[in-house]
């Protein structure tokens, strides 16, 4: 053993039995810390704790120590995971990283292995049944490799709630976990943490329900001035590191030179008034001392003092010097393979190592001798992690390699601020070059890792590839804040002239940017890519640009310039001879006909997109077209076409396989039998399509389906199992984030209610589905809930004010179908509203007349319809449908 690791073996002499300086002067805040976490433990009660701190004063000590002291009482033992913050990381960096430390996750498994192993620790939380659905969501923090999920239509389309979806998944994983024992999640250098990560620690303090959860957070002062309103969160506790006193500094000093005997009190002045109470600062004053010789180490492993050098040390004023003389206390080869290192990031390989060293090297005859260059550096970073330079980590995200990880990171950019600017680019190229042979199979973090690389070794062309290449990564499992940083990262430094890549990451890009519902900034994307399209005549991809911003103005009502896209779009398609492109604009088309209530214009423009569809052969897609014709059919009153719509759509779902595709349909037929008041087959295809949702673990279908159940369950007259059913739908949709299921669940609760009488209650659900429906924007849900509220009013005999509101509901209902063109729902309520008025007539000859106007009116309405009366109400036919392209 060298002199210099001698002596930091003997400077451990002054530290805990695990190497780490005595903890002095933190009884009252560990003491605090133990009280709230016993109320979380007694009270079920989520507390969220701030650690706040400067650098250096000690706050991860802090927490450490309390986590052993909690770890060390009787049982229920908490069970401890924790995470921390970093500059510059990706969306939900901190999250993932808190996920993969519960479920245990090894760098380097194969991902199908990955993957399994996280569904088995989630299903050993949430039970069998209810796995898939967790994995998809808690998958979507992490990089796992998922395969096609019964999700996925749902997700296409519902994107831009996923964000608030998976949180809430996230924070009910929470809690049920913590129904086993405390769960405390730590959150380190949180002041650093990522805005969205921020975000849903944010949202899991103020969100979380009877649980025992202790989130406590470490942070400098600045999580202040970014977030000022951090301290206004539930059960929050304000926890602060001060400096020590001059009595505990000189205390811990006691400790740490305790091998000198009789400490001399010039020793204690000297490191007590440079410190400032900074304990980094005194640990670091005892190996001042040893480099400036006032404390030398003696044959026999005593320590001797030496008062006449303690003039001459240089002491380190500030965490920056102290830093700079651990970096100066490095031999030049230590000191020139750290640097080197430091070019890899916080964690370096071995490998990369040597690979740098021979950056100019030509290649022996015989290559021999590499592995006693290797067990060189194994030994020298063996002696560096004896100084608490470096640390060996007991896995490596590159496999077959051994990796290291800085122990300061203050160091390690000290270090790396030491290399010129040729330098740092020529060895961040070598390391991406290692890379790209060492990790043929790529995952997103490890693209990311490889473009860094990339681009700060100057080969910018290969970092933008490698960029675009993790977004369409993140894309594909509809990681889509990802994907958006990927893409943008990749676009800024793409060369010019790569018209290919350019392409193809505008048109993914404003996808994901639309999903998410960044229609402004989507819309910006799109138009790029219309310019590009267009310089360079392309058609097909300026039709692209031009049905993508057609869509966009859709989803924002101006329907009528998205016709005026959808229609070049369609053009350009044509000209350019892409038949699923062609298929596509027919269908979008469709659809803004649709939302005018254009039924019959909506219906050609289907077909002719079915029909090409059947020519192309892809059957899935042609599923897709045939369930949205029976969507129109059904709007239309056109019950037995839209019955064969739906089977034919369910006739190619059971061909290829498709068990959610399945589910949706035979859900929709269900609802052609409840429109047509055959409320026993209703329930049949119902209880058929849950089947196949619970087997492929689809809950969002589960929940549309058991909405759909309960209203049949009241048209039957069954109202205690209409509420059973609907209150389980409830609770599944209350990890979905989908207003409008909520809305209809809540509606379905209404009508129950009001079978059995309570009408207050009834009111209060109608009410609340009301104001869901109007922040959705759905206007027809509006419409059949504004009804509700009349016929529970009706129902209730309320007079007076009540009586003036129910007659205002029913009227606003048959205004907005009207303005639909939705004939089903306008007959329905216009016969809600001549019952009403016949009941509330009190001999008033001109209320009873307009009642027989309103029943004439809805007859017309069901006479053009050539269809017996509906009950239905509006069900919840397709939420999830769209076009395929």
């Not at 440079?274 to 400036?292: D, N, R, T």
């Not at 892809?618 to 059919?633: K, T």
């Not at 059949?784 to 309320?798: D, F, M, N, P, Y």
């Not at 019952?835 to 307009?850: I, M, Q, R, V």
């Amino acid at each position: 053993m060298s002199e210099e690791m001698k002596q930091a073996s003997l400077l451990r002499r002054g530290a805990d039995n695990d190497g780490r300086t005595r903890l002095v002067g933190r009884g009252p805040l560990l003491s605090e810390l133990a009280r709230i976490f016993e109320t979380t433990k007694a009270e079920l009660k989520p507390q969220t704790v701030t650690v706040l701190g400067s650098a250096g004063i000690g706050k991860s000590r802090v927490v450490q120590a309390f986590v052993e002291q909690i770890r060390s009482v009787s049982p229920p033992r908490p069970r401890v995971y924790r995470a921390s913050g970093r500059e510059g990381a990706l969306a939900f960096a901190l999250i993932e990283r808190l996920l993969k430390a519960r479920f245990g996750l090894i760098e380097g498994a194969r991902p199908e292995v990955l993957r399994d192993h996280v569904r088995n620790e989630i299903a050993g939380v949430v039970g069998e049944e209810r796995a898939n659905e967790f994995l998809h969501f808690l998958g979507g923090f992490l990089d796992l490799d998922l395969p096609e999920s019964p999700l996925s239509e749902a997700l296409e389309r519902d994107a831009r709630e996923l964000r608030y979806i998976s949180r809430a998944v996230l924070r009910r994983f929470l809690e049920i976990d913590a129904e086993s024992g405390p769960l405390v999640l730590i959150f380190e250098n949180l002041h650093v943490a990522d805005a969205h990560s921020l975000e849903i620690v944010e949202y899991l303090a103020k969100s979380l329900k009877k649980a025992p959860v202790l989130l406590l957070c470490a942070a400098r002062p600045e999580l202040l001035a970014r977030k000022p309103e951090w301290e206004q969160l539930p059960g929050y506790h304000r926890v602060e590191v001060l400096p020590l006193s001059e009595d505990e500094s000189a205390s811990l000093m006691l400790h740490a030179l305790e091998p000198l005997g009789d400490v001399p009190n010039e020793f204690l002045d000297a490191a007590v008034e440079v410190a400032g109470g900074s304990p980094y600062l005194l640990e670091q004053m005892v190996k001042a001392f040893f480099s400036a010789g006032a404390i030398t180490l003696e044959e026999d492993g005593s320590w001797t003092a030496h008062l006449e050098k303690l003039e001459e040390a240089r002491l380190p004023l500030t965490i920056e010097e102290a830093i700079a003389a651990r970096v100066s206390a490095l031999s030049a080869f230590e000191s020139e393979v750290l640097e080197r290192a430091s070019a890899m990031g916080g964690v370096f390989w071995l490998g990369a190592l040597i690979s740098i060293e021979r950056i100019d090297a030509k290649a022996p005859s015989l290559w021999g001798g590499h592995e006693s260059l290797e067990q060189h550096y194994r030994d020298m970073l063996q002696s560096l992690a004896e100084r608490d330079y470096v640390l060996e980590m007991p896995d490596s995200t590159v496999p077959g390699e051994t990796e290291y990880t800085f122990k300061h990171n203050l160091e390690r950019e000290a270090l790396y601020r030491l290399m010129d600017s040729d330098k740092v680019k020529r060895r961040h190229a070598v390391v991406a070059r290692w890379l790209e042979l060492k990790i043929p199979d790529r995952r997103e973090e490890q693209l990311e890792l490889l473009a860094q690389h990339y681009e700060q070794g100057g080969a910018t062309a290969l970092a933008a590839r490698r960029y675009i290449e993790a977004g369409d990564r993140a894309r594909d499992r509809f990681a889509n804040r990802r994907a958006i940083a990927y893409y943008r990262k990749g676009l800024a430094i793409l060369e010019e002239g790569d018209v290919k890549h350019r392409v193809s990451a505008l048109h993914h890009l404003g996808d994901v940017l639309q999903i998410e519902g960044d229609l402004e900034e989507a819309r910006e994307v799109f138009e790029e890519l219309l310019t590009v399209a267009f310089r360079l005549d392309h058609k097909a991809k300026g039709g692209v640009a031009h049905n993508r911003i057609g869509r966009l103005l859709r989803a924002i009502g101006h329907l009528d310039d998205a016709m005026r896209h959808l229609g070049t779009g369609l053009a350009l398609f044509t000209a350019a001879a892409d038949d699923r492109g062609v298929a596509s604009s027919l269908d979008d088309i469709g659809k803004v006909h649709w939302m005018r209530g254009d039924y019959e214009s909506s219906e050609r423009f289907i077909k002719k997109a079915l029909a090409i569809r059947l020519e192309l052969g892809h059957e899935r897609s042609i599923a897709l077209s045939y369930n949205n014709l029976g969507l129109v059919y059904q709007d239309s009153g056109r019950f037995q076409e839209a019955q064969g719509a739906f089977q034919e759509a369910l006739t190619l779902r059971q061909k290829v396989g498709d068990l959610s595709g399945i589910a949706q349909t035979m859900n929709n037929l269900g609802t052609i039998h409840q429109d047509d008041g055959d409320h026993e087959r209703a329930v049949i295809r119902y209880e058929e399509a849950l089947k196949l949702a619970k087997q492929v673990g689809d809950r969002m279908r589960m929940a549309v389906i058991l909405t759909n159940l309960g209203e049949s369950r009241y048209r039957l007259k069954q109202p205690t199992q209409a509420i059973e059913t609907l209150k389980g739908a409830e609770e599944i949709s209350a990890t979905l984030g989908d207003r409008i299921l909520e809305g209809e669940i809540l509606r379905g609760l209404a009508k129950a209610h009001m079978l059995i009488h309570d009408f207050g209650l009834a009111r209060e659900y109608v009410e609340r589905s009301i104001a869901l429906f109007e922040e959705a924007r759905g206007k027809p849900y509006v419409g059949v809930a504004l009804r509700t509220l009349g016929e529970i009013s009706a129902a209730a005999g309320w007079g007076g004010e009540e009586y003036e509101a129910a007659k205002n509901a029913f009227l606003r209902s048959i205004t907005l179908f009207e303005e639909l063109g939705n004939d089903i729902e306008l007959a329905s309520s216009l016969e809600a509203y001549a019952g009403f008025l016949e009941k509330n007539t009190d001999g008033d000859p001109s209320a009873a007349h307009e009642a027989m106007q309103l029943r004439g009116r809805a007859d017309g309405v069901r006479s053009r319809l050539r269809q017996s009366e509906s009950e239905s109400g509006l069900t919840l036919l397709d939420p999830l449908a769209d076009t395929d392209a």
